[in-house]
């Protein structure tokens, strides 16, 4: 290209980022179609995964647009960008090499509860309590411990409850029957 050409172009260049810097939006978009491709191109050429390169260029174009009214010398804006875009790569490439994926078998399992599954569950809850609350004593004491604290040995469940170890096992049992009758299954309206 002539030298004429080139001063030519880099006062294209200038008009364009003075232009840009007063929300020209032509001018914005004239700047982007010139060197995007620029942009795009270097940091596809650190063999980073596409989505990478797709930030980097971003982060590039999002700095353009902040430093556009303190550019020193506009007309050097390819230059600038490749600098720029150059050690963004180089950036990414080192935060990369630091973070190691997190193992899997680590990671909560997804959350599926939904609003309506947890009212349901609440409710289940609340027919158990009302269902409970209906038993004689000292069923209703048996069946509050086995609910609460699930588990316990015969002699510390016994304790809770307030009876003996063998009134333990038959209050347990009556509990159980009576609970299965009033927790049956619900009629539909």
């Known amino acids: 290209m002539p030298l004429g050409g080139q001063t030519r172009k880099a006062s ?10 007063h929300n020209d939006e032509a001018a914005w978009d004239a700047l982007l179609d010139r060197y995007s491709g620029l942009v795009w191109g270097i940091a596809r050429s650190y063999l980073l995964p596409f989505h990478d390169a797709q930030d980097i260029t971003q982060t590039v174009l999002c ?11 506009p007309e050097r804006l390819g230059a600038w960008l490749a600098t720029v875009t150059h050690n963004e790569c180089r950036r990414h490439l080192r935060i990369r090499g630091r973070d190691r994926p997190f193992p899997t078998e680590e990671l909560d399992g997804p959350d599926h509860r939904t609003p309506e599954s947890i009212s349901l569950a609440a409710e289940d809850v ?13 069923e209703r ?8 604290r699930p588990g316990l040995p015969p002699r510390e469940a016994a304790r809770l409850a307030g009876v ?9 049992r009556r509990a159980r029957r009576r609970l299965h009758r009033l927790l049956g299954p619900e009629e539909d309206c």
């Open 12 to 21: 294209c260049v200038k008009e364009l980022v003075r232009r840009a810097a």
């Open 126 to 138: 609340d027919r158990v309590r009302s269902a409970v609350a209906q038993l004689e004593s000292p």
């Open 164 to 172: 003996s170890v063998e009134e333990l096992l038959r209050a347990r």
């Open 141 to 148: 004491e048996v069946a509050r411990v086995d609910l609460y």
């Open 63 to 73: 700095n353009l647009a902040e430093h556009l009214t303190r550019l020193r010398d």
